[in-house]
């Protein structure tokens, strides 16, 4: 069992740069694939980014490539996700994942999700 609890969200600007986390506790962080997610209102949940459990290969969502980047600490259970150059679009209930995907871009593949946190840009 996992439990996942995101922090990190808030209001900000178009421009500004936001940094997640996603505290991981239970047992055997370093062997899951760790991923986030995003849902803005009305919208489908839509894959962000992930990491492999070794952490060698990284995964991006094609509208965040070179503004967003996923990590871990893997001495602190924690991924985190830095966000710069926010656009508005970004708005949305950001949601960390934890699972053992063989496609990582696939929402279902992933047994243990957060409550999400909140992360809103204004224009």
């Known amino acids: 069992q996992v439990q996942l609890v995101e922090s990190g969200g808030g209001l900000v600007q178009a421009g500004d740069s936001l940094r997640l986390s996603c505290a991981a506790s239970?047992?055997?962080?370093?062997?899951?694939?760790m991923a986030w997610f995003r849902q803005a209102p009305g919208m489908e949940r839509e894959f962000v980014a992930a990491?492999?459990?070794?952490?060698?290969?990284?995964y991006y969502a094609d509208f965040v490539k070179g503004r967003f980047t996923i990590s871990k600490d893997s001495a602190k259970s924690t991924v985190y996700l830095q966000m710069n150059s926010l656009k508005s679009e970004d708005t949305a209930i950001y949601y960390c994942?934890?699972?053992?995907?063989?496609?990582?871009?696939?929402?279902?593949?992933?047994?243990?999700w957060g409550q999400g946190t909140q992360v809103t840009v204004s224009s």
């Open positions: 994942a934890a699972g053992l995907p063989f496609e990582v871009r696939n929402g279902a593949s992933y047994r243990y």
């Open positions: 239970g047992r055997a962080f370093d062997t899951y694939t």
């Open positions: 990491l492999r459990s070794s952490g060698a290969s990284t």
